[in-house]
């Protein structure tokens, strides 16, 4: 018993010795490392985008009815067929419908989990993945863990695409170029006139488009969402990342789904079935029979008050806002007129010293550039926010 006890002591030391180093990310998330200094500090946090009111009460009954129905065991490897078949219906109910079949659509872990695979299906040691800085901490992980090199390319000073820049960035390596639409950090919304754009440059290419659109019923002050499946030749060409998540407000639930064409779907499966193979069956029914009640417009203006509280809230303070959120969660605040530091250190001071919290949009670049800008999350209860907005008039 000795013996082995030293051997396997000895084979363990050798195995962490081995462990490899896949990317370039952080081993700590900047939204877990902010969301940690809120708590020991006791922050408002306004960092994380989760939101913290209550999920709508008959999403929650529907998880016990569905264990009720044991529906307890594996789920089929795309999505449940009901749920598969109510989003063919929800999408195709949209202003702007999206038609698609319930064979190009897979149900997924998260929406990371569905940019991961998507990335993993497509890229091969070598090739390049066109990245619009800011973007989502996920991203440039998910593509140097599968063999891929990120290739970065800033949009303009208003988070809007550069597509001379896209242009330039195109080489022979290029495999995919990764769009956010609403964008995180920036709320910014591509539109109908942007997709045309971006199949300018990829047309003649093999190029493939991840477009992340976790945020896409949050489009404020009219705005219409446009897919990158909404165009009829990016469509074949893309993969697109939706989360329920986002879309419910139940970010716990992490569930998502990804359209894509026939062709990158059957590439995509392949892949998933031998990670996660399926999403819990129970959360799948909930969802789907949800979708049948769902008000998606009614859910746009809860969310667009609440930016709107928030920006009411925020307007005494001398914060600037170089334009209002277009969507999603998050609104960005330039604090010139409070400190020179950068914007990590503000940050971190803002949370330590006045005890509201938010995100350094330098987090959202390769380089950690400093940019002069934070992020806070507005998907909050009115009383958040309040309490964030008193402590802030009291102090600065």
């Known amino acids: 018993m000795k013996h082995w006890f030293k051997k396997n002591v000895h084979l363990k030391k050798h195995a962490d010795m081995r462990t490899a180093r896949r990317h370039s990310g952080k081993d700590l998330t900047i939204f877990s490392e902010m969301t940690a200094l809120a708590i020991k500090h006791q922050a408002v946090n306004l960092s994380q985008g989760f939101p913290d009111f209550a999920i709508d009460n008959r999403l929650k009954k529907l998880l016990p009815e569905a264990t009720d129905k044991d529906l307890n065991q594996y789920a089929p490897l795309a999505g449940s067929?009901?749920?598969l078949d109510n989003l063919v219906t929800f999408n195709a109910q949209r202003k702007n419908p999206i038609v698609i079949s319930t064979d190009e659509i897979v149900v997924t872990p998260g929406a990371s989990y569905g940019i991961y695979c998507a990335l993993a299906a497509i890229l091969t040691p070598g090739d390049e993945v066109i990245v619009l800085e800011p973007s989502y901490d996920s991203y440039v992980p998910a593509i140097e863990v599968n063999g891929g090199t990120p290739v970065f390319v800033s949009l303009d000073g208003d988070f809007r695409?550069?597509?001379?820049?896209?242009?330039?960035?195109?080489?022979e390596k290029t495999r995919a170029i990764i769009v956010n639409t609403p964008h995180n950090p920036s709320g910014t919304v591509w539109t109908a006139a942007y997709w045309d754009l971006l199949w300018d440059i990829v047309k003649d290419t093999e190029i493939i488009v991840i477009s992340d659109e976790v945020y896409d019923l949050l489009c404020y002050d009219g705005r219409q969402f446009t897919s990158a499946f909404h165009h009829p030749k990016l469509r074949e060409r893309t993969y697109a990342v939706f989360s329920f998540g986002k879309m419910f407000h139940a970010t716990g639930w992490k569930v998502g789904y990804v359209l894509a064409s026939e062709e990158l779907t059957l590439a995509f499966k392949r892949v998933h079935q031998y990670l996660s193979f399926c999403v819990n069956a129970p959360a799948q029914y909930a969802l789907a029979k949800y979708l049948e009640v769902f008000d998606a417009e009614a859910n746009t203006r809860l969310l667009q008050e609440k930016r709107d509280f928030f920006l009411s809230e925020f307007s005494g303070l001398p914060f600037t806002v170089s334009a209002k959120a277009e969507g999603g969660y998050f609104q960005t605040l330039g604090y010139e007129s409070i400190s020179d530091l950068n914007d990590e250190?503000?940050?971190?001071?803002?949370?330590?010293?006045k005890k509201v919290c938010s995100i350094p949009v330098s987090a959202f670049y390769h380089d950690q550039h400093n940019t002069g800008k934070v992020r806070f999350c507005f998907a909050k209860k009115e009383e958040t926010m309040l309490e964030?907005?008193?402590?802030l008039k009291n102090s600065l």
């Open 388 to 391: 964030a907005a008193r402590l």
């Open 81 to 83: 067929p009901l749920l």
């Open 161 to 171: 695409p550069d597509f001379a820049k896209i242009r330039a960035a195109v080489s």
């Open 345 to 353: 250190d503000f940050a971190v001071w803002l949370t330590t010293e």
